[in-house]
């Protein structure tokens, strides 16, 4: 370990640390498999999470989920009972009050300070390590023993067998709830059910990024992947990667530094945001130039030269500029550029 | 209801229905009788209850007075014999779904499981595009489409089931005049050809006057059936309203003038129900 923090070479040491690696790789495996489960389950509930607008959501459960967990740190009881408990009160409370966008969010609002004052208050109470009550905030590395990685395992398969029942009829109400509720979809009930999901898998991730930085996990894994891909197989299969390469990368670096993991598992997830949205503008300006001749026979082209490649990513998703439009004031205008078809679109007229 | 020939059963009837909303009521002692194959217009003011009588046929909300019958049964939700067609609404750029699977949710979207894609499902949302004239948008994000192509791929989604009853809630609300009448072209198109009945409901009359069969105008918490030349008349507006309304006709266009303001609440009856379907 580092001995001077002070330093260039000191600070760069508890960084980035990578003496007796193997040792502790051995030893903290536990978090490998925590990290990898938790990007897995995270990555596909991120994509819920931004088709139905609710990171303010995540972050307020993250809240309460917290204080659950200091409280039974207080006790001397199960922290991930905790974290669980105090996750699901809130999923639920904020599922069945908020059903609306606004009232969702004010809910939320007043839910999120009050969370954190309880975890605040039993945290001041606890007299057990400093590090046990900073890794509830900021996650640690040490933080996965045998008996929390069977709870997390099987909350990861409660909420894996939840969302394949659910699939299809949540990407409909999450897309289309008008829709979705004409065709028999019970889009009010399955509200409340996600929030659950939603609740167990933050419950998890508080343990290991910490409750301040739930969001890394459940929110900017399917953003990055929004930014490069509109097809939904795509952006969830995306996510899913985005967000195991951002966990277990994360740990990986930390493991032989003294710093929490949650800035080096930040970092990652907000490189690939950083990454992914400078290719969907790169996409957006190749799409204008070759939309004028052909709008979707390109798309075509790129689905049959296989779409696992970056160049395909470019093409399989947005075929308009979205760049281009916004500036022009035509949202969703550039598709066509100067195309006319059969029956005629006027608005295609005068965008073009 | 494919078991009975579609010449026999109406498609829809309502007798004696009446529906209100809190304490506010819509409309009452409404008889219709939509032969099967028939094109019906239902107009009428902000708030006289067109909408409301959709979610009736739909299922997802009941009649307070009187009864009602779909294809020959009681409304139920999610049935797979009609389509639904909603009012124009652009989404978020960014959302990850593509025309083609927008159509899909139309198709498989209410079943549980996670649903692998199968040549099947393929070809009928080929063949929903092609019915919409809509196969060149078939990739691209719905976040991007223009209006009038929104309303293709919302045509495309309700006729992947191959209905025998077509609902069109304000399909061409903030449209221009040109995807108007492409959008009404359409369904006209689907009416004629498969026999399809269609109930169009519309604030806007004069794009539907070409196809409509009959009109149903409601107001003043009634309603009267009618050929378009019966019901749109100055005669039968002021009967309805027991005011003087003028119809004038000019151009081939119709237009309703001094329909009484207290008799049609301009405010939405129920926004509460709009948004609660919402995640």
């Known amino acids: ?59 307020g459960v993250s809240e309460l989920s917290f204080a659950g967990a200091a409280f039974t740190l207080l006790i001397g009881a199960n922290v991930v009972i905790g ?35 309880l975890g605040v208050l039993f945290l001041a109470l606890y007299k057990g390590r400093a590090a046990n009550k900073f890794g509830l ?33 949540l990407v409909f109400a999450s897309t289309d709830p008008e829709i979705a509720a004409a065709r028999g979809v019970p889009v009010a009930a399955l509200s409340p059910v996600f929030m659950l999901l939603l609740g167990l898998t933050v419950a998890m991730s508080v343990q290991v990024v910490g409750a301040l930085l739930v969001l890394t996990i459940i929110c900017t894994p399917a953003a990055a992947a929004a930014r490069v891909s509109a097809s939904p197989h795509l952006v969830t299969l995306l996510s899913v990667v985005f967000a195991t390469t951002s966990v277990v990368g994360g740990i990986l670096l930390a493991l032989g530094s003294t710093i929490p993991i949650s800035p080096y598992v930040t970092t990652i997830s907000f490189s690939i945001y950083l990454v992914c949205r400078l ?23 790129a689905r049959s030269r296989g779409c696992a490649t970056l160049v395909g990513l470019w093409a399989t998703g947005r075929a308009g500029g979205i760049a281009s439009n916004r500036r022009r004031g035509w949202p969703g205008a550039g598709i066509g550029g100067g195309r006319r078809d059969s029956t005629g679109d006027q608005e295609l007229r005068q965008a073009g | 209801m494919t ?12 007798a004696r229905a009446g529906l209100r909303v809190g304490t506010r ?72 779904v593509r025309s083609r699977d927008l159509i899909a949710a139309g198709l498989t979207g209410h079943r549980w499981g996670i649903g692998w894609p199968s ?37 495309a989604q309700a006729l992947v089931g191959e209905p025998d009853l077509l609902l069109c809630d304000e399909p061409l609300l903030s449209l221009d005049p040109g995807s108007q009448s492409m959008v009404t072209a359409l369904i006209d198109r689907r009416h004629r050809e498969h026999g399809t009945t269609v109930i169009f409901v519309t604030h806007e009359i004069n794009p539907v006057l070409p196809h409509a069969d009959r009109v149903l105008y409601l107001g003043a918490g009634r309603g009267v059936v009618g050929t378009v030349d019966k019901v749109l008349t100055s005669q039968t507006l002021s009967r309805l309203y027991s ?4 119809v004038i006709r000019a151009g081939g266009r119709i237009l309703v003038a001094g329909v009484p303001a207290q008799a049609e609440p301009v405010h939405n009856p129920d926004p509460a129900t709009d948004e609660s379907v919402r995640p």
């Open chain 1, 1 to 59: 370990m580092s001995t001077l923090a002070s330093g260039p070479v000191g600070t760069w040491h508890q960084l980035f640390n990578f003496s007796h690696y193997g040792q502790l790789l051995a030893l903290l495996h536990n978090s490998v498999i925590a990290g990898a489960v938790l990007g897995v389950i995270g990555g596909l509930v991120s994509r819920f999470v931004i088709m139905r607008d609710l990171p303010f959501a995540v972050h």
């Open chain 1, 83 to 117: 974290s669980l408990v105090g996750s699901i009160i809130a999923a639920l409370t904020i599922g069945l009050l908020g059903s609306r966008a606004r009232d969702r969010n004010s809910v939320i609002g007043v839910l999120m300070p009050f969370g954190l004052g």
């Open chain 1, 137 to 169: 905030l900021t996650g640690q590395i040490v933080a996965i023993d045998d008996p929390k990685l069977a709870w997390l395992a099987g909350t990861s398969v409660v909420v894996l067998l939840g969302l394949a029942v659910t699939w299809r009829p």
């Open chain 1, 279 to 301: 290719i969907g503008a790169g996409r957006t300006r190749l799409g204008r130039l070759r939309t004028r001749s052909y709008p979707t026979s390109r798309v075509t082209d």
């Open chain 2, 3 to 14: 078991t009975q020939p579609s010449t026999q059963a109406p498609a829809v009837r309502l």
């Open chain 2, 25 to 96: 009521r819509l409309w009452s002692d409404v008889d219709l009788e939509v032969p099967a194959g028939e094109f019906l217009a239902v107009v009428g003011a902000n708030g006289s209850g067109k909408t409301s009588l959709l979610q009736v046929l739909l299922g997802l909300r009941p009649l307070t007075q009187g009864t009602v019958q779909v294809l020959g049964g009681r409304p139920r939700r999610g049935s797979h014999d009609i389509g639904y067609v909603p009012q124009q609404r652009r989404g978020d750029p960014y959302l990850p």
């Open chain 2, 119 to 155: 040549p099947e499902r393929r070809r009928r949302i080929d063949q929903a595009l092609t019915a919409a004239d809509a196969t060149h948008l078939a990739e691209v994000p719905v976040g991007l489409l223009s209006g009038g192509e929104h309303q293709r791929i919302r045509i």
């Open chain 2, 243 to 246: 005011a003087p309304v003028e």
